[in-house]
Each structure stands twice: as C-alpha cells, then as structure tokens.
C-alpha cells in the first residue's frame, strides 16, 4: 500500500518540503491542526497494524506533556486561571500548549511518513547526482551494515569451531564479542582498502559516472508536481500578506476568515490531505483490480 | 568554485538566515532558524570532502560511519548508551577531524533511517559531527594520556546533552525559555550521565585495540 511512495523521489522530495516547511512557519492553529489530521491519517496507512497500539502509547503522553508544561514554564498572557507557587498559569499559555502539542507532534508525524517514504535508495539517487562522492560513502555505509552482520556471524561461527567460546557469564561473553567486533573492524577495513584500489585501478574519480535507477519522471509525477507547486504558492501567498498571522499573545486572537486566509486554509488542507487520498484510491484501485482476476 | 560556495554558505547564507528569520517570522520561529544553521554549517564540511577526499579516505569514511551506525543499532535496547560518540572520536584521532565530523554527521544522518528522521536529525548531525571536529584537534594528547581521553569523552558527553536541549527548549517554546532549558537540563541529568559514561566505557575498552588496527591499516596501505 505505497500509492503515494510510487510518484518520482523529486516530486516527493517537493511535496514534503513544501508541507513540512509551512507547517513550521505556518502559527496559525487552523493550518497546524489540518496538517496534523493529515499526517495523522497517512501514517495510519502506512505503519503495520501491530505498531499503532505502541505508537499511541508514545505520541498520548508526549501530546499530553507538551501541552501542560507550557503554562507551568510560560507566564505569558494576560487572563490568569489560577496561581500556582505564586505564579499565574494563565489561559493564552494553556491554549498556546496545546497549540505546541500539535505543532510537535504534527512535525514528527510528517517526519515518520517521510522516513516511511523517502528510502534510503530514494534519498540516494536525489543527492548521488549533486555530491556523488558523498552519497557514494553513504550507499557504501548502508551495504555495509549487513554485511559488517553477516561477518560477525561468520567471525562467531570460526570462533566456535575453535573452541573458543564461553558461557562462563556475562563478562566473558562481552569479552568474546569484543573480539569479535575488532576482528570484523580490522577484516572490513582491509577490505575496504582493496575495494578502493580496485575502484583507483578503474579510475574511479576521473570522469563523470552514470548510474542506474529504476525511477522514471513520468506525466503522472509532472501533475503532481505541479499540483504540489500551486496549492504551495496558494498558501504562501495567503502567508505572506499576512492573512494567516495568529497571536496567542498577550491575549488570544482572532482567526481571520477573510477570502484570501480561506483560499489559504482550503490549498493546505488539500495538500495535507492529498497522500491519504492517494494512498486510500490506490488502495480501491488494488481490491477492485483483485476482485476482477 | 567548491571553496566559493563553502565561503558563501559561511560568510552569508548563515547570517542571511538567521537576520532574515528573525525579520519575517517575527513570531519567535527561532527553532527552524536554528535548525537550518546547524543544516548550513555541515555544508562546507560535505563539499570540502566532495571536492577533495580520494578513494581511500572516502571508503574509510564509509566503513566507521557503519561501524557506529552498528553499534546504535545492536545497543538499541539499552537508552543513551551508544558508542556512536566513541567511533566518532576514535575517527578522529585516527584520521583526523574532519574525517570525524564526516563520520558524526553521516552516522546521523543513517541511522536515523533506523530510528526515524526529524527535526532532530540536522541537530544531531551538527552535535556528533562537532564532536568528531575537536576530538581532531586533541588528536595527540588523547592517545598518549588516557586522563585527557576519560576528560574529553565526559566532555562531549556532556555538551551532546547540552546541545541536543537547546534544540528540545527551541522546539517546545519557540524561543530560549532560560528556566525551561534548566529544566530539561535537570530531567535529562541520567541521560547526559549515560552519554559520558558510555563514551568513557567505550573509549576506554576500544580506542587502544581499535587505534592499533588503524595505524597498521595506515602504515599498510600509506594513508
């Protein structure tokens, strides 16, 4: 179920900087709860079933954390609910709490559906053509993790075979695995110093290399682009004239409801929502295409 | 060009972003602004490495970035007690320190696909990574004193902690709430103890044996 995961790594790399970066810059509550609700609903859809109990049990108390040290540290705010050790807790830093619960939380749902999103190949092939040797070292760190694994079994399994082993406590078994560890470092960097001469020995360095992928702009990724790009510019125009400024402070604002923070609030809402709309057609599109085999 | 566009990302991007930020979100935005500094200030480091790192030291990179990534992962289960730190500095000593911010920055940025990208990421990235940069210039004195080497890793134990809270405090308040930034200081003290004694545990272990096999790589294939 990755409808929205299957559009061009740049138009997703657009699309979550256009609504990560709004919704940082965006203090205007209807906007943060939108995108909250948004990012909520896509990452119900792209988590495994068995992990929300545990992520509900994270995201709860932090949401419920945020929002109450706020009035406890803030001052701020000219109506006072009660006074607690002398100091007022007023109802503009209450309210502001739980403005900051959503804000948080907001951005770490965004946060997780991107790291569900953007692979690390994904990742890979958008930076491989600006800084190739960087994104080399990383390619090369990310194969190496299960291999460097792979070698400890090996390296265990040799151990093993030799006798070498103990189940004499805990002491001793972090011993073992120790040497186990420096083993594998010495045998990876060998390796790794015959990989680079190999790779000196093909001129790695001297011209430009190409690289393959399986990603393909198509019309499909051009829509959606440029979708991302309108209800962007829609919402930073709404933004910037000022339309969407709300205050907390000294005492709570008004929410403007004017055409152009209306125009504002419905493109982000839309963008908010386009991934969970996405992923839930594709989703139909699947069982319909199923029922028909 | 390279070295142009690491003096423009020092010289005016920083300053640029943080004037500019604190002109047009008036609204005490101070923690995006912050966290596009720390994003701006690896900058230079990647394109010096891009514009002049050879195969050897590109994959030596890529080999301890692993090993720390590794190292995160197979302690995940016990809180705050990584060794990421430690490769970090043992980097660093070994080959220098920008070597080490590379290996900081990049363990970060990896393993962070394992434990969930955020707003997080380009702090840690710029923690680690800073880390490594010192470590580089204290290369001599830790290996030939363990006291120095036991000092420093509580030191970046310490200032992992207390970097990583400007970040909470900017996040949670928008701006630098003094009393609450003390706050989490105190609420993060196990953690911060956690963070050196697991260093100095680490260093202590691993930084000998490990900086053997690194000078004999180094004399063996001439690094």
Same mark, same amino acid.
């Given at each position: 179920?990755?409808?929205?995961?299957?559009?061009?790594?740049?138009?997703?790399?657009?699309?979550?900087?256009?609504?990560?970066?709004?919704?940082?810059?965006?203090?205007?509550?209807?906007?943060?709860?939108?995108?909250?609700?948004?990012?909520?609903?896509?990452?119900?859809?792209?988590?495994?079933?068995?992990?929300?109990?545990?992520?509900?049990?994270?995201?709860?108390?932090?949401?419920?954390?945020?929002?109450?040290?706020?009035?406890?540290?803030?001052?701020?705010?000219?109506?006072?609910?009660?006074?607690?050790?002398?100091?007022?807790?007023?109802?503009?830093?209450?309210?502001?709490?739980?403005?900051?619960?959503?804000?948080?939380?907001?951005?770490?749902?965004?946060?997780?559906?991107?790291?569900?999103?953007?692979?690390?190949?994904?990742?890979?092939?958008?930076?491989?053509?600006?800084?190739?040797?960087?994104?080399?070292?990383?390619?090369?760190?990310?194969?190496?993790?299960?291999?460097?694994?792979?070698?400890?079994?090996?390296?265990?399994?040799?151990?093993?075979?030799?006798?070498?082993?103990?189940?004499?406590?805990?002491?001793?078994?972090?011993?073992?695995?120790?040497?186990?560890?420096?083993?594998?470092?010495?045998?990876?960097?060998?390796?790794?110093?015959?990989?680079?001469?190999?790779?000196?020995?093909?001129?790695?360095?001297?011209?430009?290399?190409?690289?393959?992928?399986?990603?393909?702009?198509?019309?499909?990724?051009?829509?959606?682009?440029?979708?991302?790009?309108?209800?962007?510019?829609?919402?930073?125009?709404?933004?910037?004239?000022?339309?969407?400024?709300?205050?907390?402070?000294?005492?709570?604002?008004?929410?403007?409801?004017?055409?152009?923070?209306?125009?504002?609030?419905?493109?982000?809402?839309?963008?908010?929502?386009?991934?969970?709309?996405?992923?839930?057609?594709?989703?139909?599109?699947?069982?319909?295409?199923?029922?028909?085999? | 060009?390279?070295?142009?566009?690491?003096?423009?990302?020092? %010289? =005016?991007? /920083?300053? @640029?972003?943080?004037? $500019? &930020?604190?002109?047009? !979100?008036?609204?005490?935005?101070?923690?995006?602004?912050?966290?596009?500094?720390?994003?701006?200030?690896?900058?230079?480091?990647?394109?010096?490495?891009?514009?002049?790192?050879?195969?050897?030291?590109?994959?030596?990179?890529?080999?301890?970035?692993?090993?720390?990534?590794?190292?995160?992962?197979?302690?995940?289960?016990?809180?705050?007690?990584?060794?990421?730190?430690? %490769? =970090?500095? /043992?980097? @660093?000593?070994?080959? $220098? &320190?920008?070597?080490? !911010?590379?290996?900081?920055?990049?363990?970060?940025?990896?393993?962070?696909?394992?434990?969930?990208?955020?707003?997080?990421?380009?702090?840690?990235?710029?923690?680690?990574?800073?880390?490594?940069?010192?470590?580089?210039?204290?290369?001599?004195?830790?290996?030939?004193?363990?006291?120095?080497?036991?000092?420093?890793?509580?030191?970046?134990?310490?200032?992992?902690?207390?970097?990583?809270? /400007?970040?909470?405090?900017?996040?949670?308040?928008?701006?630098?709430?003094?009393?609450?930034?003390?706050?989490?200081?105190?609420?993060?003290?196990?953690?911060?103890?956690?963070?050196?004694?697991?260093?100095?545990?680490?260093?202590?272990?691993?930084?000998?044996?490990?900086?053997?096999?690194?000078?004999?790589?180094?004399?063996?294939?001439?690094?």
């Amino acid at each position: 179920m990755k409808a929205f995961g299957s559009f061009h790594p740049a138009v997703l790399l657009t699309y979550f900087v256009a609504i990560i970066g709004i919704f940082m810059f965006a203090s205007n509550p209807v906007m943060r709860v939108t995108a909250l609700l948004g990012g909520i609903l896509f990452c119900l859809l792209l988590q495994k079933k068995r992990e929300i109990p545990g992520n509900l049990g994270f995201y709860i108390p932090l949401f419920l954390l945020v929002a109450v040290t706020n009035p406890l540290f803030s001052h701020a705010g000219v109506t006072p609910l009660f006074f607690l050790n002398g100091n007022p807790v007023t109802l503009e830093a209450s309210v502001y709490g739980v403005f900051l619960a959503v804000t948080v939380i907001g951005v770490m749902m965004w946060c997780k559906c991107y790291s569900e999103i953007m692979t690390g190949d994904k990742f890979l092939y958008l930076f491989g053509s600006i800084v190739p040797k960087l994104s080399l070292t990383l390619s090369m760190a990310f194969r190496f993790l299960p291999l460097f694994v792979r070698r400890m079994k090996t390296v265990t399994t040799a151990r093993r075979g030799l006798g070498l082993y103990s189940q004499r406590g805990f002491v001793d078994r972090i011993k073992g695995t120790g040497q186990v560890f420096l083993s594998v470092i010495s045998w990876s960097l060998e390796n790794a110093m015959e990989t680079s001469m190999s790779m000196r020995a093909r001129a790695y360095g001297k011209a430009k290399r190409t690289s393959f992928s399986l990603f393909r702009f198509t019309m499909r990724d051009g829509v959606m682009i440029f979708v991302t790009l309108l209800l962007f510019a829609l919402t930073v125009t709404g933004m910037a004239s000022g339309a969407t400024d709300f205050f907390f402070y000294p005492r709570i604002g008004e929410l403007s409801l004017s055409p152009l923070a209306v125009t504002a609030y419905s493109s982000f809402a839309i963008l908010a929502f386009l991934p969970f709309v996405i992923e839930v057609r594709g989703a139909l599109l699947w069982r319909y295409y199923i029922s028909r085999i | 060009m390279k070295k142009v566009i690491s003096y423009i990302t020092f %010289f =005016v991007l /920083i300053p @640029a972003v943080t004037v $500019g &930020g604190a002109l047009i !979100f008036r609204d005490r935005q101070y923690a995006w602004i912050t966290l596009c500094v720390a994003l701006l200030s690896c900058i230079p480091f990647f394109l010096h490495f891009e514009h002049r790192a050879d195969v050897k030291r590109l994959v030596t990179v890529a080999v301890m970035t692993a090993l720390s990534v590794l190292g995160r992962i197979i302690f995940t289960p016990i809180p705050a007690f990584k060794p990421v730190a430690a %490769f =970090v500095i /043992i980097t @660093a000593m070994y080959f $220098g &320190g920008e070597a080490g !911010f590379l290996v900081g920055s990049l363990s970060a940025v990896i393993s962070n696909f394992w434990f969930g990208q955020g707003p997080w990421t380009p702090f840690q990235m710029f923690s680690w990574g800073l880390i490594g940069l010192v470590a580089g210039f204290l290369s001599e004195p830790m290996k030939k004193s363990r006291i120095v080497l036991i000092i420093y890793s509580i030191l970046a134990g310490v200032s992992y902690s207390l970097m990583t809270d /400007i970040w909470t405090v900017l996040w949670a308040d928008g701006y630098f709430n003094i009393s609450r930034y003390l706050a989490a200081l105190v609420s993060a003290l196990p953690f911060t103890a956690v963070y050196a004694l697991s260093n100095v545990v680490f260093l202590l272990i691993f930084a000998r044996p490990i900086g053997k096999i690194l000078e004999r790589i180094k004399v063996k294939y001439a690094l």
